[in-house]
T-cell receptor, first 111, second 110 residues
Framework: NAGVTQTPKFRILKIGQSMTLQCTQDMNHNYMYWYRQDPGMGLKLIYYSVGAGITDKGEVPNGYNVSRSTTEDFPLRLELAAPSQTSVYFC??????????FGPGTRLTVL | KNEVEQSPQNLTAQEGEFITINCSYSVGISALHWLQQHPGGGIVSLFMLSSGKKKHGRLIATINIQEKHSSLHITASHPRDSAVYICAVFGETSGSRLTFGEGTQLTVNP
């Protein structure tokens, strides 16, 4: 099993550009999560999903969108990137809400 | 006040020392996680516990539900233990969501 994979590993965006961060898991987990981690700060939940077709907002959803059309994939879309979205983004998945497996992260810089 | 608070924020130790990292939380919880984030950024789950004590190798995690407090201990610390250690809780009313502490940066010098 590859576990939780994220692409890309690094990305630099200009203000106003859009991009999609990809997250895929091959463990048949129902629950998937997107977090952001700002320097020196704890992880903050952006969006989460409890199964295909179901998504819900976390603590910091503004400026992001998600979809969950399959169990395996949970892409995070940034529209109109802003410098405040410079962060490291982690995707995680779990079979139940507890015991989350984390992906390796995507480091995003918005200039 | 954060729902999950860790102490200390930074900790430097000499190889071989016994390490303790503390986590206090202010809500009722169903489970608590200890996570390790390596210098390269990867996050690994160390323990999930809802009562008592768990041990894995040189790592020990304890939780006191009544006092809303958990500790992570590292015995015979080693430079490879240098990482950020993160406490996270599942609140009883938070559904599927974890609330994270800000992490403790541990540096173990040879």
């Amino acid at each position: 099993n590859a576990g939780v994979t994220q692409t890309p590993k690094f990305r630099i965006l200009k203000i106003g550009q859009s991009m999609t961060l990809q997250c895929t898991q091959d463990m048949n987990h129902n629950y998937m999560y997107w977090y952001r981690q700002d320097p020196g700060m704890g992880l903050k939940l952006i969006y989460y999903s409890v199964g295909a077709g179901i998504t819900d907002k976390g603590e910091v959803p503004n400026g992001y969108n998600v979809s969950r059309s399959t169990t395996e994939d949970f892409p995070l879309r940034l529209e109109l990137a802003a410098p405040s979205q410079t962060s490291v983004y982690f995707c995680a998945s779990s079979f139940t809400p507890t015991g989350q497996f984390f992906g390796p992260g995507t480091r995003l810089t918005v200039l | 006040k954060n729902e999950v608070e860790q102490s200390p924020q930074n900790l430097t130790a000499q190889e071989g020392e016994f390490i303790t990292i503390n986590c206090s939380y202010s809500v009722g919880i169903s489970a608590l996680h200890w996570l390790q984030q390596h210098p390269g950024g990867g996050i690994v789950s160390l323990f999930m516990l809802s009562s008592g004590k768990k041990k894995h190798g040189r790592l020990i995690a304890t939780i006191n539900i009544q006092e809303k407090h958990s500790s992570l201990h590292i015995t015979a610390s080693h430079p490879r233990d240098s990482a950020v250690y993160i406490c996270a809780v599942f609140g009883e009313t938070s559904g599927s969501r974890l609330t994270f502490g800000e992490g403790t940066q541990l540096t173990v010098n040879p």
